[in-house]
């Protein structure tokens, strides 16, 4: 197997300094005080792209290694950054690593399909509008995310980005241990960061 393109970001992950306290911090925050609601102005989003997606990736890469699940992180990190959702949605986002640990869809997608639907969605549920955004945006997002990161679910993106071999954690105690022992929520850090920075490149362009 070629090895993966991104494998300087694999290492500085595995080999990083990781501020646990001010990441731990930032996520008691919330706990106490929510997400903070933000006005997204249209010319700051333009102006601040690069920094806001180096941000938004950053912040998925610390908390996947805190909170230990992708589409938590990748949430988080995009409903942060944006201002919108709150903890029960994070809370909501618990079972869909590889989605629900099945080995399917990664949780860097469900994730930022969650921050698709705060943004681009509606509260009037009867209104087909928000929908028919939030899937529009979805479609936009989809094909980026499989041509950058190569795969869409979690045993190709293991096997063929991130370890060489589909780890399986949430088959069983061994399996976990494993996956700490190779530096699991370090590396697999990547594929949030990607996910969360990608989301909100296409939420940027349809924003401002």
Not at 49 to 76: K, P
Not at 80 to 88: A, N, V
Request: charged share 25%.
């Amino acid at each position: 197997m070629e090895p993966s393109k991104f494998q300087s970001r694999l290492q500085e992950l595995e080999a990083r300094n990781w501020d646990r306290e001010a990441i731990e911090g930032r996520c008691r925050d919330f706990m106490r005080h929510g997400i903070p609601a933000k006005t997204l102005y249209r010319d700051a989003l333009k102006s601040g792209s690069r920094e806001i997606l180096d941000r938004v990736q950053r912040r998925a890469e610390e908390y996947n290694f805190i909170l230990r699940n992708c589409a938590q992180s990748t949430g988080l990190a995009l409903m942060e950054e944006f201002g919108t959702g709150d903890l029960s949605v994070v809370k909501a986002l618990s079972p869909f690593p590889g989605f629900g640990g099945t080995g399917w869809m990664c949780g860097a997608v469900t994730g930022s399909l969650a921050a698709f639907g705060l943004l681009f969605g509606s509260d009037d549920l009867l209104s087909e509008e928000g929908v028919i955004a939030s899937i529009e945006i979805t479609r936009l997002f989809m094909p980026r995310f499989e041509k950058e990161v190569g795969a869409l679910t979690c045993p190709r993106i293991q096997e063929e980005v991130v370890f060489g071999r589909y780890m399986d954690p949430a088959a069983g105690p061994e399996n976990m241990k494993a996956f700490e022992k190779a530096k699991g929520f370090e590396k697999c850090g990547l594929i949030p960061g990607l996910g969360a920075r990608l989301a909100a490149e296409i939420i940027i362009e349809n924003l401002a």
